[in-house]
T-cell receptor, first 115, second 117 residues
Framework: AQSVTQPDIHITVSEGASLELRCNYS??????LFWYVQSPGQGLQLLLK??????LVQGIKGFEAEFKRSQSSFNLRKPSVHWSDAAEYFC?????????????FGTGTKLQVIP | GAGVSQSPSNKVTEKGKDVELRCDPI?????LYWYRQRLGQGLEFLIY????????KSGLPSDRFSAERTGESVSTLTIQRTQQEDSAVYLC???????????????FGPGTRLTVL
């Protein structure tokens, strides 16, 4: 069974600073990997996803993530954080075939942005 | 509609009462998922529908929880004899569910916040 670890429960960065959120996964085959963002009172919004091909994936809102098979990681990065990025971020790993994909989520990293 | 919708957005109930939570998936999405998110925690998978059948209901925590889907569209999650530990946000997601694509990204609704007093 797949699993996801987000080692940082809470991160605080200054506006304009760079950001990296860590995600490690466990899965026997090539995984499908996702980052979702959840703003207060909102549902989860997909930031980006990796299925195959280029290991550096670009997403919405200026985010990117890099798949590193050797490290079983899929860290999320942003070069310059904006106050509106304050939210909770979830890494997820999907497994399955055909039309069904069982997705396992990490416990989330809450991002605080200070002026 | 354009996205996944859920109702009600908030539900407060007394312990022991039954509740029904509704999910309207994106039109044309044949796969539908229910998750539970307890305060400060990640998402727990509850059940998956493909069409109107549920091939994976392994995440339902007890027989008090049930779900159905009709018309390959709307789904209802029912919790009977609610307990305080059922308090959580219940999220619904849908995806295309097409065989062979391997890229069935799940799109989430805003959730229903359930509070059991």
């Amino acid at each position: 069974a797949q699993s996801v670890t987000q080692p940082d429960i809470h991160i605080t960065v200054s506006e304009g600073a760079s950001l990296e959120l860590r995600c490690n996964y466990s899965y026997g085959a090539t995984p499908y990997l996702f980052w979702y963002v959840q703003s207060p009172g909102q549902g989860l919004q997909l930031l980006l996803k990796y299925f195959s091909g280029d290991t550096l994936v670009q997403g919405i809102k200026g985010f990117e993530a890099e798949f590193k098979r050797s490290q079983s990681s899929f860290n999320l990065r942003k070069p310059s954080v904006h106050w509106s990025d304050a939210a909770e971020y979830f890494c997820a790993v999907g497994a399955g075939s055909g039309g069904y994909q069982k997705v396992t989520f990490g416990t989330g990293t809450k991002l605080q942005v200070i002026p | 509609g354009a996205g996944v919708s859920q109702s009600p957005s908030n539900k407060v109930t007394e312990k022991g009462k039954d509740v029904e939570l509704r999910c309207d998936p994106i039109s044309g999405h044949t796969a539908l998922y229910w998750y539970r998110q307890r305060l400060g925690q990640g998402l727990e998978f509850l059940i998956y529908f493909q069409g109107n059948s549920a091939p994976d209901k392994s995440g339902l925590p007890s027989d008090r929880f049930s779900a159905e889907r009709t018309g390959e569209s709307v789904s209802t999650l029912t919790i009977q004899r609610t307990q305080q530990e059922d308090s959580a946000v219940y999220l619904c997601a849908s995806s295309l569910g097409s065989s062979g694509t391997g890229t069935n990204t799940q799109y989430f609704g805003p959730g229903t916040r359930l509070t059991v007093l």
